[in-house]
Every structure is written in C-alpha cells, then in structure tokens.
C-alpha cells in the first residue's frame, strides 16, 4: 500500500505560480510518481512524472511551464506551476507506479486524494 499527503492546492492568478507536494509513504517501492489532472465531466488526465532515474515526462501542453521534481528520498514529488493559465483549473491528483503487477501485468498504481487548482483570469 502506499499513501499519499498532497499540499499545494489553491488559488493562483493567471501568470503567477503554484507549487505541489505529495508525499508517499507505505510499504511497498515506487518506480514512477507523478501528476495527473481531472475537471468535472473530463477524464483524468496525465500531466507530469518522474522516475526513479529523475527522468521527467510532461504533457504537451504544460512543458516549459510546469516542472516535476523529487527529494532525496524519492518518495515526495513536487510539480512546480508557472505561468498558470484559467485552463490549468483543475483537482491534480498525485499517483505512484510499484514494481508489482496485477493479474493484467500492469504495475499496481495508487493515487492520491486530489488537491483543487483555481487559476483566476
């Protein structure tokens, strides 16, 4: 199991900057951590990860804006937010990938509770 503490979450303003944290804890090692993102009526989806070689991975439309790093531990990632757009309101849900695979041999995946973005114009 693994869980998760998400802080961050606010109110920005179109231009400025928000800063995300998520830190796991549990039982079990994560290979990849990151962020995804969800609206109401939307499908979550994917914004940002780092794996445990601190290689990073962004969707398009956040790359040059957004910046995902871990601590030393490797068990708490942040999601740096600058240059925020309306677009980028959302709940921003912190997820993990383990080594261990389901009946499918996908890697088990944990999220987090979300935390709500509200970037006013």
């Known amino acids: 199991q693994v869980q998760f503490v998400e802080s961050g979450g606010g109110l920005g303003q179109a231009g400025g900057s928000l800063r995300l944290s998520c830190a796991a804890s549990g039982t079990v090692s994560i290979n990849v951590i990151g962020w995804y993102r969800q609206v109401p009526g939307k499908q979550r989806e994917f914004i940002a990860s780092?794996?445990?070689?601190?290689?990073?991975n962004y969707v398009d439309f956040v790359k040059g804006r957004f910046t995902a790093s871990r601590d030393s531990t490797k068990n708490s990632v942040f999601l740096q937010m600058d240059r925020l757009e309306p677009e980028d309101t959302a709940v921003y849900y912190c997820?993990?990938?383990?080594?261990?695979?389901?009946?499918?041999?996908?890697?088990?995946?944990?999220w987090g509770q979300g935390t709500q973005v509200t970037v006013s114009s």
């Open positions: 997820y993990a990938d383990t080594p261990h695979r389901d009946v499918a041999g996908v890697s088990v995946r944990y």
């Open positions: 780092i794996n445990n070689a601190d290689n990073t």
